[in-house]
């Protein structure tokens, strides 16, 4: 008799890097018409990653294809050397904190956790659920039915849960969505540790400045393509360079301002847009704040706002997009 907790899929050679503990090789998943992932590759390594990009990014996607609760259209998913959909018993070593809810709102934040650490082939999991409602700070919650807890009590019992068993694998789907800034400090210091432990913890988001907290390496997707990865300092100097457009209002003669922007290291382009204002492109925003007051002064002009027109996550994705496609090509 087979054993179930054994992969019966016919060998094939290895995939990855050495020591990733999961990888994806050529990866795409499609439903219907809709792609949500596009021939993406990437392996992940003991340490925190950071999965950034836009919503409809594809992140959701490629955290069901590592945790084998979908299966790719194309292209072969390893976690921990096998294929979590042929190899049941690597979920006892797998903790994922989803987007969705967990259900069982009726049952309390212990009684789920445990329930999940039973399942995962915890022998005492009353034991391990405390220590992981432990690790969250939801000791005083551990009673309470998770349907009344409050959005950011319930996203720290699906990260207790994730936890409860220990996993090697621990991947986050915007964990940090919902929390006040204390709670999300706690988050934020609880997987940098898990991290330093050597466990392989993915998390991901659309918020750099919250993914470079934590992340020692980020991977940037966008419609479903792997378009930048690397330290969150060079990813952060990459989107630095987008351009972004830039409106600004004045008092009185947009052009006299026009006039006195044209030709400066931080613009690259400036055109009046109405009356009252002028729409400029820089790729140096920091330069452009110390230019505008004295072109302002010259021009006999008052600035009455500046504001980015398109200072936004999607347009940013936008362009690594293109840009990546230009390197394709």
């Given at each position: 008799?087979?054993?179930?907790?054994?992969?019966?899929?016919?060998?094939?050679?290895?995939?990855?890097?050495?020591?990733?503990?999961?990888?994806?090789?050529?990866?795409?998943?499609?439903?219907?018409?809709?792609?949500?992932?596009?021939?993406?590759?990437?392996?992940l390594?003991?340490?925190?990653?950071?999965?950034?990009?836009?919503?409809?990014?594809?992140?959701?996607?490629?955290?069901?294809?590592?945790?084998?609760?979908?299966?790719?259209s194309?292209?072969?998913?390893?976690v921990?050397?096998?294929?979590?959909?042929?190899?049941?018993?690597?979920?006892?070593?797998?903790?994922?904190?989803?987007?969705?809810?967990?259900?069982?709102?009726?049952?309390?934040?212990?009684?789920?956790v445990?329930?999940?650490?039973?399942?995962?082939?915890?022998?005492?999991?009353?034991?391990?659920?405390?220590r992981?409602?432990?690790?969250?700070g939801?000791?005083?919650?551990?009673?309470?039915?998770?349907?009344?807890?409050?959005?950011?009590?319930?996203?720290?019992?699906?990260?207790?849960?994730?936890?409860?068993?220990?996993?090697?694998?621990?991947?986050?789907d915007?964990?940090l969505?919902?929390?006040?800034?204390?709670?999300?400090?706690?988050?934020i210091?609880?997987?940098?540790?898990?991290?330093?432990?050597?466990?392989?913890?993915?998390?991901?988001?659309?918020?750099?400045?919250?993914?470079?907290?934590?992340?020692?390496?980020?991977?940037?997707?966008?419609?479903?393509?792997?378009?930048?990865?690397?330290?969150?300092a060079a990813?952060?100097r990459?989107?630095?360079?987008?351009?972004?457009?830039?409106?600004?209002?004045?008092?009185?003669s947009?052009?006299?301002l026009?006039a006195?922007?044209?030709?400066?290291?931080?613009?690259?382009s400036?055109?009046?847009?109405?009356?009252?204002?002028?729409?400029?492109?820089?790729?140096?925003s920091?330069?452009?704040?110390?230019?505008?007051?004295?072109a302002?002064a010259?021009?006999?002009?008052?600035?009455?706002?500046?504001?980015?027109?398109?200072?936004?996550?999607?347009?940013?994705?936008?362009?690594?997009?293109?840009?990546?496609?230009?390197a394709?090509?």
């Amino acid at each position: 008799m087979s054993d179930p907790g054994r992969s019966t899929e016919r060998p094939h050679a290895p995939i990855g890097a050495e020591g990733a503990t999961a990888t994806l090789e050529g990866v795409s998943r499609w439903f219907g018409t809709t792609v949500a992932v596009a021939d993406l590759s990437l392996d992940l390594f003991p340490g925190v990653t950071g999965l950034l990009g836009h919503n409809g990014a594809g992140k959701t996607t490629a955290l069901k294809l590592l945790s084998g609760y979908d299966s790719p259209s194309a292209g072969r998913v390893r976690v921990l050397g096998v294929d979590p959909r042929r190899a049941p018993a690597v979920y006892e070593r797998v903790g994922i904190a989803p987007e969705g809810a967990l259900g069982w709102s009726f049952l309390s934040v212990a009684e789920t956790v445990s329930a999940l650490a039973g399942m995962r082939g915890v022998r005492a999991p009353r034991e391990a659920a405390e220590r992981a409602i432990e690790l969250v700070g939801l000791e005083d919650a551990a009673d309470r039915r998770v349907g009344d807890l409050s959005h950011g009590m319930r996203q720290r019992v699906k990260i207790a849960q994730a936890l409860a068993h220990s996993p090697e694998l621990l991947l986050l789907d915007e964990p940090l969505n919902g929390l006040d800034p204390g709670q999300r400090e706690g988050v934020i210091e609880l997987v940098t540790e898990l991290g330093r432990q050597g466990r392989t913890v993915v998390i991901s988001s659309h918020v750099l400045p919250e993914v470079e907290r934590m992340a020692a390496r980020v991977l940037v997707l966008v419609n479903g393509r792997l378009v930048a990865e690397g330290a969150p300092a060079a990813i952060r100097r990459l989107m630095a360079d987008v351009p972004r457009s830039v409106r600004v209002v004045v008092d009185r003669s947009p052009r006299a301002l026009a006039a006195e922007l044209v030709g400066d290291e931080a613009v690259v382009s400036v055109e009046a847009a109405g009356p009252d204002q002028i729409v400029l492109e820089t790729v140096d925003s920091e330069a452009l704040a110390l230019a505008l007051p004295g072109a302002a002064a010259t021009a006999g002009v008052v600035l009455r706002r500046v504001e980015p027109v398109d200072d936004d996550l999607e347009s940013v994705y936008a362009y690594l997009h293109e840009r990546a496609r230009g390197a394709r090509g």
